[in-house]
């Protein structure tokens, strides 16, 4: 199916960062971890008749589902300010939360201009309440190409209004634990098939009505050539070398397998008369009209493959999600060289992923060329490229 180049819009509302530091031993990989929430729509789903012929006490919203198990002792709420699961609400807080609230508000008798006391009635209702903030941990190895993403925690989020009924802001409300929350969130879907936290994160991930899965994923990401720095020529006999001058090295010496573009299962292997043709420039005949004599003439057009001169990749990434558990796992299968074929009888030129490689492959290579060029990793790249933001990762033991 076709999917759009994942962009996630994430709501940095808690964001922890840590890397665990790899020891001595080189088949030990640092792991990256960082915690995300992101806010999704639940919409007020209709009330049909297999609804209610399913379950005639079913609730109409995820939030009295959930404040149902709260009070019944089944679940355990969380102050809205505590991700980390430590301040426990009381079932007595979760009630007054809930409750319709009055208040007290002076106001002018439009007749006699004098102040008065009235008593105004706030009242709750839970169908308002259709955002939800998803609490996530992602972790990345960069050895491996894999990231994990998991759901440790849900909290509803309702609008906060004015007595003007005019919009303050939003709030979150409660958390709960995502893996005590399941069975809540299970019975609430079963009556709303339409509605499931499932398809909605998954949809998230790549902005779009996404639902087969495994779902196969080319990102393009951008390694602009680093500063040219005295560490980088100590290190480095050939310091004008690109990444891709040293794949293409590499394929040429028929060290590394290259598949087709279309390939993403990377079952059959190009030959190299194949690799060899889609490596050089190629030349095509025209014919045009001479604007002078009006008469036609043959012109020979050249249109270029450049690879060497692209800092682009693609990322070609297999995504897995387990709805029962939370879990998303995301192996990263192949890296694509990023051609940019320039015409000259154009005025741009357009860049597109060929030659897939598979990422098990190319690691060697790419973790001696990143030894030369430490502030500018493929891995780090990839983890960017997440949240679209750059994050720099602190080592810690």
Not at 247 to 262: C, D, E, F, M, W
Not at 316 to 324: P, Q, R, T
Not at 368 to 383: C, G, V
């Amino acid at each position: 199916m076709p999917l759009k180049y994942l962009s996630l819009s994430l709501a940095f509302a808690t964001i922890a960062l840590t890397v665990v530091k790899a020891q001595a031993q080189t088949n030990t990989a640092a792991v990256w971890k960082k915690t995300v929430t992101r806010t999704i729509d639940i919409p007020e789903p209709e009330d049909d008749k297999k609804h209610h012929l399913q379950d005639v006490n079913a609730y109409n919203t995820l939030l009295e589902a959930l404040v149902s198990s709260i009070n019944a002792g089944k679940l355990t709420a969380y102050h809205n300010n505590d991700n980390m699961f430590s301040a426990k609400l009381s079932i007595q807080d979760i009630n007054k939360m809930t409750a319709d609230k009055m208040d007290t508000q002076l106001v002018v008798d439009p007749v006699t201009k004098e102040e008065m006391s009235v008593i105004r009635v706030i009242v709750f209702n839970p169908g308002f309440v259709h955002k939800y903030r998803i609490q996530e941990d992602w972790t990345f190895n960069p050895i491996t190409g894999k990231t994990g993403i998991k759901i440790t925690g849900i909290a509803p989020v309702r609008n906060v209004y004015g007595y003007d009924a005019g919009l303050r802001g939003v709030q979150t409300m409660f958390w709960v634990k995502y893996n005590e929350a399941v069975p809540v969130i299970n019975k609430y879907e079963h009556n709303h098939p339409e509605n499931t936290i499932a398809n909605l994160v998954w949809q998230d991930y790549f902005m779009t009505d996404a639902h087969a899965q495994p779902a196969y994923v080319m990102r393009i990401i951008d390694m602009s050539q680093p500063e040219d720095t005295i560490q980088h020529h100590l290190h480095n006999a050939f310091p004008d070398s690109t990444l891709t001058e040293v794949i293409i090295a590499g394929i040429k010496t028929g060290k590394l397998p290259v598949y087709s573009r279309h390939d993403y299962k990377l079952q059959k292997r190009l030959s190299m008369g194949v690799i060899n043709n889609l490596l050089v420039a190629k030349t095509d005949t025209q014919l045009i009209i001479d604007p002078i004599n009006n008469t036609e003439k043959s012109v020979v057009r050249a249109t270029e493959t450049d690879f060497d001169q692209s800092h682009k990749y693609g990322i070609l990434e297999k995504w897995d999600f387990d709805a029962a558990t939370g879990k998303t796992n995301i192996q990263i299968i192949a890296l694509a060289l990023v051609a940019q074929v320039l015409d000259d009888g154009a005025a741009s030129s357009a860049e597109q992923p060929a030659l897939l490689l598979r990422y098990e492959d190319i690691k060697k290579i790419t973790a001696r060329y990143e030894q030369y060029n430490p502030a500018s990793t493929l891995a780090q790249h990839i983890w960017n490229s997440y949240f679209h933001t750059d994050i720099k990762p602190s080592v810690v033991k």
